[in-house]
Nanobody, 116 residues
Framework: QVQLVESGGGLVQPGGSLRLSCAASGITFRSYAMGWYRQAPGKQREWVAT???????NYAGSVKGRFTISRDNAKNTVDLQMNSLKPEDTAVYYCNADRPGLFPYWGQGTQVTVSS
């Protein structure tokens, strides 16, 4: 059974930092590209960042320079370090595991709220 479990969300003031983590099980983790997506109230889910199986990273323009995605293939985890947070970063953040030709997997999400 495949599971992606996110953790690390919470309430933070503007300008603050949070680190999200996603623990994966039931997949050959090192073979998957891992990503983070987010969905704000009333908006569609949007892509935030991806790290490929080879370790290459890509970021949405709105978070580039503020967020850093990383993975630990020994622990089957992918993290998202979020700095200089803004109120518009408020959303439910979802972990994603993707491999060409296979069904993508999603976590249950973790809430991030940026507010003073």
């Amino acid at each position: 059974q495949v599971q992606l479990v996110e953790s690390g969300g919470g309430l933070v003031q503007p300008g603050g930092s949070l680190r999200l983590s996603c623990a994966a099980s039931g997949i050959t983790f090192r073979s998957y590209a891992m990503g983070w997506y987010r969905q704000a109230p009333g908006k569609q889910r949007e892509w935030v960042a991806t790290i490929t199986s080879g370790g290459s990273t890509n970021y949405a323009g709105s978070v580039k320079g503020r967020f850093t995605i990383s993975r630990d293939n020994a622990k089957n985890t992918v993290d998202l370090q979020m700095n200089s947070l803004k109120p518009e970063d408020t959303a439910v953040y979802y972990c994603n595991a993707d491999r060409p030709g296979l069904f993508p997997y999603w976590g249950q999400g973790t809430q991030v709220t940026v507010s003073s």
